[in-house]
């Protein structure tokens, strides 16, 4: 099948600031990853005092170099900053660091340079639990805007957390929902006003239109917290995501149609996706994407950027459909907005993305697969839990509660 090019529209990933979301401010920067231990699979979450590390890295769409500095700020459990404490608080180290590893691209017909960081390092680590911004600037001009703003959180281990999630819900039975239940036991925290103190945030695979804060717990015992039968903490349960594979830019990879040549880009053209009628069991990975090439040899500067053509054949709806996952590091990003196509009755798009394995939804503006993939109870989700936590007088919000679980029905 040749691809119906009605939009090209590239994708430069300028995103909205929402909770847990990573940011890109400058158009060219592209493919920014944030990886836990080396691993695209976990959430960007750091154990205080303990040996994990988070690897940064993205491309500047040329062969110029840039001299980029970073910044590790503390936030609010808002993601605010932190101005009741100072820098040497929860830091050690310098602030500022020059960001070192850098490599152009070699024989793409892209240029870009490939840049990446790891943190914490020899100048700098932290020293408190909470909210976490990695800014990058240019030229160490910090008076400037960033050109990209990593997020991560930090936790230590003082309360113990419990977290179910059934398809029994308060609302229906093995349907369309997914319903969570918390219990925490402040172990050694001295909670006095739990209401003020305590905060829980529930986030259902990272993403913004599927996280819950500020919710107040229906049980209040006397060593801790429960959410039981909460409908604030009930999930449309989703469908499994999408995927693709762009290894080798001369032959199609995994669920691709085709691979063509049309100057100054390769082009991608994915099957056609339809609304799904019933639950198909898939295994992915809840959105995660990993920029590799056929013989992996050097996936960070040898791979290709290719143009992807995303199509999804339903009727029009009455709203904006978006195609998003973790490399979108937004939902609502509008450079990865779909247009409708009337003559063949689908929705497309077309983003540059650099070769590797992606998953991805398609979501409607408020957040929704129910219009354009279905919601189905089985679903394998990934859902995280923060108990925010401030002693009475405390200048900042401690992270003193997690877990992190999947869904196996």
């Not at 910090?142 to 003082?158: G, K, N, Q, W």
């Not at 398809?167 to 001295?190: A, C, M, R, W």
């Not at 049309?262 to 053209?269: G, I, V």
Request: net charge negative.
């Amino acid at each position: 099948m040749i691809q119906r090019i009605t939009h090209v529209f590239i994708a430069l990933c300028l995103t909205i600031s929402l909770y847990g979301q990573h940011i890109v401010y400058d158009k060219n920067v592209h493919s920014l990853q944030i990886t836990t231990n080396n691993n695209p699979l976990l959430p960007p979450v750091l154990k205080l005092n303990h040996s994990s590390y988070l690897t940064i890295s993205w491309d500047d769409m040329s062969h110029d170099y840039h001299h980029y500095t970073y910044r590790i700020q503390h936030c609010t459990r808002d993601w605010q900053p932190t101005t009741d404490i100072f820098e040497s608080d929860y830091l050690r180290g310098t602030n500022d660091n020059p960001v070192e590893d850098y490599e152009t691209s070699f024989n793409t017909t892209q240029n870009y340079t490939h840049y990446s960081l790891t943190f914490p390092n020899r100048n700098a680590n932290v020293l408190l639990s909470g909210n976490y911004k990695l800014l990058v600037y240019e030229n160490g001009d910090t008076d400037s805007d960033p050109i990209l703003e990593a997020r991560f959180m930090v936790v230590e281990d003082e309360a113990k957390l419990s977290m179910q999630v059934s398809s029994n819900t308060d609302i229906d039975f093995n349907e369309h929902h997914q319903q969570v239940t918390l219990q925490l036991n402040y172990g050694p925290l001295k909670v006095l006003d739990p209401y003020n103190q305590i905060h829980a945030v529930v986030m259902q695979n990272r993403r913004p239109s599927r996280t819950v804060s500020g919710i107040k717990p229906n049980i209040n015992k006397a060593n801790g917290l429960e959410w039981n039968h909460h409908n604030e903490l009930i999930f449309p349960a989703g469908n499994e995501y999408h995927k693709f594979e762009v290894l080798n830019v001369y032959q199609s990879g995994m669920n691709v149609d085709n691979m063509r040549w049309f100057e100054p880009y390769h082009h991608a053209t994915l099957w056609i996706n339809t609304l799904s009628q019933s639950y198909l069991s898939a295994q992915d990975n809840n959105g995660v994407f990993y920029p590799r090439t056929q013989d992996q040899e050097s996936n960070s500067t040898q791979s290709e950027y290719v143009i992807v053509h995303f199509t999804l054949e339903i009727p029009r709806l009455d709203q904006d459909v978006y195609v998003s996952g973790q490399w979108t590091n937004g939902e609502f990003d509008p450079t990865c907005k779909m247009f409708y196509n009337e003559e063949y009755q689908c929705y497309e798009a077309s983003i540059l993305l650099k070769q590797g394995y992606y998953e991805y939804l398609y979501i409607t503006s408020d957040g929704s697969t129910l219009q354009t993939m279905g919601d189905f109870w089985q679903t394998e989700n990934e859902y995280q839990t923060f108990i925010y936590y401030r002693e009475i007088g405390g200048r900042y919000d401690r992270i003193v509660g997690y877990q992190c679980v999947y869904t196996n029905f």
